[in-house]
């Protein structure tokens, strides 16, 4: 027994030596800010996007004609806000809607660099009106802040990239490598006739560039137990595929159910893909959230970062690092003393580089009975490919927003979501989605949400993030 029990506490020593030793030779990756000039911002900026957010380029579904009198008002509007871009740059219109901008560089051998947002907004619910502090299209600007559905996602990027673009042109800025300002008209219903046909336009003119940015990285506050600041710069982005579950019976009278009744069956699938959800993973470019992210946290935390073949289960479902499982829609009956012949579920999946809409297909077929139909329906695509950190590119971009926020940390990551930079990597060599935006436990809900509003210091943070970044890329 003594011997066992001398066996046991060799081995845990071990363990912790081996946690402790992993711990402290964890080291900061944060590369070193340097300073930046000051910017002379205009003082029009905030009424610019005051304007801007009272057209309603709203994209309500993927079948769904665009308001040509919006997209074409807010058109006419970017015109007249910016004129030196629209006379040094070249404009042109991709599927109507969407906008093309190219400011041509000086050293053709320099690869361009492609600078993304959308124009289009997500509708608003006509219930939730009364819980927003000013109208939602209405541009309100208050003493700190600019109110309006857009502000956060995306117009707010789109014209601070213009405020930027600019005020460089005004000081007779010549760029070395080309700059394409890419902006989609129809980002909130998957892309697919404007970014996806901008990127398509650029292949075809034989565009490779050195980086796209596009939204969908952003300045964490107080997100992170540890860590007051991270700036977050997604290297790629999880997959997205919607599957219809169908069940099909012969109905009845609910006075003498069967043993199984329509909805019965499809509550019972929804309950095991629930109960069976996808694995946790330590997949790129997850790991290297353990490898930036760790070295910046206090003690205890940093020995979970440090040791993820011990420690990672926590960590991983923090960051939610798995295909994710969403119910979202649901149909079926038609009165409360029918039982209904058909019923139907959406079930939404966010899924994780390494696995595909095939795989997590064959995953709902393996979990729910094979009494049920499976189809995928609307928009679906595959998680992306994982962009490099050790590009010139990157460094250029970390570097940027370490010069610009040097209190913040910097961490490369994995987006839930979806963005239009999907489309864009047969044409760039790397794709990165970061606008220092500032998301604290106040204001994520609401991106998408009642009352989305952006600080005027924040807003002015974006205008100056572009500048200097168009200024560090030539």
Known sequence: MKKILKYLFSALLLLIVVLL???????????APEPLEEV?????????LSKGLQYKTISYSEDAVPDSTAFFGFHRFLEGTFPLVHQKMTLEKISTYSLLYTWPGSDPSKKPIILMSHQDVVPVDEPTLGDWEAGPFEGKITETEIIGRGTMDDKGTLIALLEAAEGLLEESFQPERTIFLAFGHDEEVGGPNGAAKIAEYLKAKGVHAAMTLDEGGFLAEDLVPGIN????VNLAEKGFASFKLIVETSGGHSSAPPKENTIGI????????????????????????????GPELPFFQKVAFANPWLLKKPVL?????????????????IKNNVIPTVAEATVNFRILPGETIASVQEHIKNTISDKIKVEHVGFLTNPSP???????????LEKTIRSMFPNSVVVPGLLGGGTDSRYFYDISEDVYRFYPI???????????????????????ELVEFSYHLIKQFN
């Open 386 to 396: 994982v962009s490099s950190i050790d590009s010139d590119a990157y460094k250029i």
């Open 21 to 31: 030793f992993n711990t402290i030779r964890m080291s900061s990756k944060q590369v």
């Open 317 to 333: 479902e923090a960051l939610n690092a798995h295909t994710t499982t969403a119910p979202t829609i649901i149909d079926g009956g």
């Open 40 to 48: 002379t911002i205009a003082q029009d900026i905030y009424q610019n």
């Open 438 to 460: 500032r998301l604290n436990p106040n204001n994520r809900t609401r991106f998408h949400g009642i009352d989305e509003k952006i600080s005027k210091a924040n807003y002015k």
């Open 266 to 293: 499809l509550a019972q699938a929804i309950v095991d893909l629930e109960n069976n959800q996808r694995p946790y993973k330590l997949v790129k470019p997850i790991d290297y959230q353990f490898e930036y992210m």
């Open 229 to 232: 600041t991270v700036a977050v």
